[in-house]
């Protein structure tokens, strides 16, 4: 998902393309993803996945690669749940796991929701 299509750029220009994630895929650090998320509110766009990256020598790894696979984080709808209900908890039970990352030396790759997406599989 093109990250100017649902932040403004000073938000979207927090994510940062860096050795070692995939193609295409920006990582935010645990500063930067506070501000992305609380620039959602009054969105749709929930958060759907977080995986984590670790600092290695040559740039980023995921974290599963050093750590137990317990280093990745994802929500879904809960039947009858509202898109923006969803997309509320969803985004603050990332915030909630994002701090529970003790290494500061991290990217966080997220996959959000596009408000469109999250408004046809609600109804809302």
């Not at 923006?84 to 909630?96: G, H, K, Q, T, V």
Request: net charge negative; proline share 6%.
């Amino acid at each position: 998902m093109n990250l100017n299509s649902i932040f403004p750029p000073d938000i979207a220009t927090l994510a940062v393309a860096a050795e070692g994630l995939p193609d295409g895929v920006s990582g935010w650090t645990r500063e930067s993803l506070r501000l992305a998320l609380d620039a959602l509110r009054g969105t749709k766009i929930a958060v759907l996945e977080i995986g984590v990256y670790d600092r290695v020598i040559l740039g980023f790894a995921p974290s599963n690669t050093f750590v137990p696979a317990e280093e990745s984080w994802s929500c879904w709808p809960t039947p009858h749940e509202t898109a923006p209900d969803f997309a509320i908890r969803s985004r603050r039970e990332a915030l909630e796991w994002i701090e529970k990352i003790e290494r500061q030396e991290v990217l966080f790759v997220v996959t959000f929701s596009s408000q469109d997406t999250a408004a046809a599989a609600s109804g809302a």
